[in-house]
């Protein structure tokens, strides 16, 4: 009951409302078309890839630090995958398994650096991003790299009962495991431990180097998937795959209510602003808006309801005892 | 016989030797006093016990067997249980993981959330503290969050219970409580090692007595029956430490400087009356909680006022914020919270102790209307007189505040309201965990500044610390003033009077 | 001047058997110095391409060039160390250079302004949106990150409007008199009865310069810089020691807006044209040239001159692998090595004077 | 003779018309001695439209017996990098610049930092906004003609009438801009016969983004779409995609001729692209470039505009069109060979 209210209170429930409002709408400006399964469809197509970037940018906000390289190790993984398919004669399988372990290594590298060199994670994803787009160029250079396996392709189109596409139903299992992994397991809560008080967590003998790497290696990890989502579904890769996710995978998370200091594992949050960014989309089609109007109107919201939405927290804020160090925004955990 | 030993320890810091073949001797059913000056190694101590610092020499012996603990995670296995001096919970999470977090339980790989609740409220019952599990420690108060701290220790079915001055941030009725506690492990036959400042306390729950000075430790295990408070202030302090003595102070007959009168504030404070003449030092004396603080912070706009008027020098003001009370109004408000907003740890000294001034030090530069700089002559002159002055021992202005101890630390956040020559200065928990002679130190300096006529606000749940300095003691509960106290400097007697208005029956609310 | 204080006090306050507290080390010998440390690579990488290729050395063709956008890419990086002076982050510092140009171009287009007057014009309106930034910010306490992201959206979305609206070809093309010049005049054009400047050295610099002066005066030498540095390193103790620390956000944040529209404004002047792209590129080298340098993330501390080294580095080496030939397949791989390693060598200067029972800074 | 009907083409062949008259030059100018000219091409950035310069660069070399040629596209589509790549090259000895201007609001600026330093400068495949060049040829395609011929194209498929929508690059450059007009113009010459949606800008970014705004086109418009102009590659690659999958009956119209493009052509997904001619703007400008570096010849009139062709290939010239295209690249040469007066 209790919990029940609490939940009620939480940014998730405003989103839910919001979004659930916002989907009505489009359903009436559309005079019900939205609801055909083809629009559906299409609909939730299209939100597997930003789910799975938004999940991969909270997990290291969750332990205090931001991952500035998603779209260049989703597009490393893609381009690796379509090469190794197209110009080797990988088969699928084992061409996907390849990819998704080096974006993971990618991750891992990440985690590596930052604990070993006490770099800030800031800095340290800037310069894997610039290293895994010569990559990725070196791979593909400017051609767009389709000539895999047909079976793939239909698997990204494949969709049960013509209206839940499969990517998308794997992006959701993706977010599932995140959440039990974060909520229920040992390793997930003492990641969030060290995001939520470094100092604190370390004098309970927990390690926050290991937190830090786990972290990013789980954010390499996720963005596999989502480079195997995006091979699969889209016309073929190129050396742009990528190149749009890096202010998509913070207004995700950021939006869905993650502290940027770390230690809040909001998976539900993030899922839902993913949709609400979508619904955008869709509207902008709906009524052929110009991007720039969009761009436009959603930073005006974003900004107007974060604004809101924090008013209300900041109340509270003096006058709790417990407070996680003011750690800087990007600041390390050490 | 003898749980727990460390013999020889040694611990090197850049430029630091913290420990210097330290010897500490833990029995079975004993409680074991660890004193020492700020920096004297308690907190060093205790770390490199649980594992946090490797050991530079010296080995450690848990029941004869040597034992080198790579991390706190294996001394708590080990059954060594630990409250540090730093807070120590995580902001997210319910009081029930928290006081499990070393050791969560799981079944079939996951969390037990249901385990969690029942093992942590076995641990909240030892402590008879009813707080339900599930709430998440965001909204405890400094008490409950230090005695959640106490059963997160004991959690781990520890058999060696290190307490870091865990009495520093709660008040004597609290502190009962704990030591209900540590009498009850005392007689399971456990071992616990108590740090604190408050020697009453000391002499109160432990047997025996480690003294450290400067890392070294000059008496090992000593029978505290047999030592008086003296020789025990003298071990610490490294020579014969007398009694503070102050010279009579009489308060002028004046209007007061500052005046308040049926104040309500929006954090919760009921019509509160509250006078303070030049040359006064009115005590505010009240349970971690009570409201002193927030009053305070109250007073200097950072809360908002709802009722009742504020009269400063007579005349009704409504303040802002800190700077308008500085600017217009000469008051000053030394914090409780001495590393969050007491000083700039990653500053130098000189800044933490001139930025009240930069305004009075500006020069013009040339003609230009508006452009003016902050002459450095001047204000290192200006900060060399404080440093000198209040016996800031530092090697230089420039060295950063993190790198001093409390001691100095909580002058140098001092020094900037003498310097800002202020007229009212409101001084909060002044003395929480500064050793005796500090102590004495700034015992006699609020005095002096008494007797220099600055109106003193002194907040603190020290009550020997309010004896010796108030000249009256208004108590608080709850928000609310609960009476009034002239203080005729005798422990007993005060101490009595204080504690009973703080449990007289609430009066019917206005 | 003396304090309140008494000799009674005084005397009870001194502890002449108290250790004096030692600095945690002491002196930082110089080769822990980032500074330095930077200073030294940029010399040695420059002197290294110079070996390899002597066209390294063309004053026309190299130097110049490169010193015009070390000097821009200073003035961006100046731009983010004044939001990083308080621990804040400016995410939106390239599109207020645009925001702000684009005012200028208006300026310049529709109202004929003269090239200084559009200038000044321009910077009004960048510290204005800096500084709305900045009320948002201290107004509400939301996290700077966001709020300048969620600026950036809105910038990103307003701009192209104006622009598709105002013109036909999506830029301002109307050059006010003197701005060819001041593109491509050097010190060689500035002569003191016969003896003349370098033409290596671009006009263009001698806003860079101003820049870091005024900069590094206010933060080095007045209250509004104490207070800046102070809020960085704790808010809640700087406000409670009577610095205005919402104003202070402000403040900041309106310097940052200021700095990217000059940067802008270099921009504008050193390719051509007005356009909304302007700043695009700005983001990252805005951040990689504080940190280099030295200006922590967290706040409270900067650098003026690391700032510059460290934009420096990140030109210089750019500019080197370019006449290397380094061919776009490996020239960012390059460039992002590089840079670890840089920042990597920096940190192990630290550790080891770390262990030398030193403390960095 | 372009069989093209823009402005700037005409010029061309107008002027090559008086001098035919006068009796000067004509037929190919031969290259006494190219030894001495080091050319640079250099694109805006990474592109497939780009690729075949690399190769046509080499050929410039043995043909033309060039001092050295360089390909570099280390521009990555910002201004101020693609000057810094210029500037490089020009120091390392390079003095004749075939240039693809990132930004043609800026790219005179450049032109004229080069040519006051004595180089000569071709702008290709895109000329300078505005009505002034400081190149001293531009030779490039007409995105206006091309964008016309596209949307031409486009009327054609769907037999005359319908909706059509353009989907198309960066909104805020001037090309994109020329693009835009260049639709309208070939849709308001149907009176009415063809509307269009409004234009969709901003998807060549990347291809998800291009897919995405695809799929909810055609989701929320695609019943009253018959046609799609697309005048940007991945928005070109993104719609035959997507119009292939969701089996609605829309004719797709694309641009260049990337092998992926062609295959869409070959299967019958794409009805149509639109071809520029990289090869000839490579090999006729890497001859001019020569003949001009070498002071050999100068131009008749400086800054003169030449349409380097586009053509419409279909499934039934997807064979045959590269002849065409080689013809026209020949009758180029001619076209400036007038332009030229040479010692
Ligand atoms: N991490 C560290 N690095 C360097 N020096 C340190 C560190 N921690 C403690 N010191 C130094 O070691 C000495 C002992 O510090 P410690 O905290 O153990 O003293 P303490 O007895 O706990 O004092 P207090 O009563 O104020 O808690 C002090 O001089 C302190 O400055
Ligand atoms: N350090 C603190 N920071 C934030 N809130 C606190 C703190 N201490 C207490 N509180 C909460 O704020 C309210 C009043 O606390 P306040 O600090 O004013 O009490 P106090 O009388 O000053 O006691 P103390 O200062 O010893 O905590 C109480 O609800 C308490 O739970
Ligand atoms: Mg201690
Ligand atoms: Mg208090």
Redesign the pocket.
Known sequence: MKSLLRFARTTEMTLLAIGVVFFVFLVIASHGDLLEANSLRVLLQFLAVPVLIGLAQMVVLAVGQLNLAVGAVGGFAACAMGVLMADHGVPVPLALLIGFLLASLAGLANGLLVVLTRINGFIVTLATMTVLLGVQYRLVGTRTVDAYPQGLKSFGSYAVFGVLPLIFLVALVVAGLLAVMLRRTVPGRQLLASGGNPIAARLSGISNDRSVIIAHTLSGAILGVAAILTIASSPGVNKSIGGDWLLPSFAAPIIGGALLTGGSAVVLGTVLAAFIVRFVDTARAEFSLEPSWVNFVVGTVVLGSVVLGQVRTRRQERRTVVKAPDAAVAGGVS | MTLFEASEVDKL??G?R?LDGVTLKLEAGSVHALL??????????IKVITGLYKPDGGRLLLDGQPVAFGSPHESASAGIGVVH?ERNLIPGFTVGENILLQKLPTSRGLVDRGRIRSEASRWLAELDLDLDPDLPVTELSVAQAQLVEIAKALSVESRVLLLD?PTASITPNEAERLFRVVAKLKNDGRSVLFVS?KLEEVFQICDTVTV?RD?SSVLESGALSDLTRDQVVDLMVGRVHEALKLPPRTVPEAAPLLELSGVGTATGHVDVDLSVRPGEIVGLYGLVGAGRSELAKALLGLDRITAGEVRVRGEVVRIRNVRDALKNHKIGYVTENRKEEGVFLEQSVSRNIAVTVWDRLLKRLGWIPGLSYVPRKAESALVADYVEQLGIRIASAEQLAG?L??GNQQKVSLAKWLAAKTEILIIDEPTV?I?VRTKDAFHTLIWDLAANGLAILLITSDLPEMITLADRVVVMRDHRVRGEVANDHDYDTMSQQVIRLIHAEAPAPA | MSAPVSETATAALQEPDAPV?QP?GGRTPWWANQRIGLLILVVALSALFGILRPAFFNQQLVVFPLLRDIAMFTVVGLAQMCVLSIGHMNLAVGRMAAFSMMITGISYDLWHFSLYAGLLVGLVAGTAIGALAGWVIARTGVNSFVVTLALDFLLLGLIPLVYTGLTDNAAFVTKPPGMRELRNYSLADVCIGNVCGSPAVPQLAMFAVIAMVVVGWIYSRTKLGRELLMTGTSVKAAELSGIPTARRVITAHAMSGCLAALAGFMLAVSTGSIKATIGEEFMLPSFLGPILGGTLLAGGFISVWGTLLGTALTSVIRKGLDLLGVGLESLNIYLGLILLVALSTDRFRTVLSDRQGVKER | ATGCSTKSSNDATGTSGDDASTGTSSGPVELKDGSSVKLALIPGGAHPYFQPWKTTAEQDKTDFKLGGVTFNETGEWDQGKQNNVINSLAAQGYNAFGIFGVSPTDINSTFEDLKSKGFAVGSLASCPAGDTNSADFCLSTDVEAAAYKATKATIEAIGGEGTIVHLTGNNVDSNTQRRIAGVKTAIAETNGKVTELPVITDIDKDLQTAQKAVADLLASKGKEIKGIVTTAYNPAVAAADGVASSKLPIKVVAIDDDAKILSGIKSGGVAATVTQNPVGQAYVGGWLLALLGSKQCTMKTPGVIVDSGSFVVTKANVDTYDAERKAKTTELQKDFAAQLSCK
């Open positions: 810091f850049p630091v913290a020492g000056e700020n920096g004297a190694g308690k907190s060093t101590l001096q001055e400042h450290l890392g790198t101890s409390g965990g050793d | 507290e945690r």
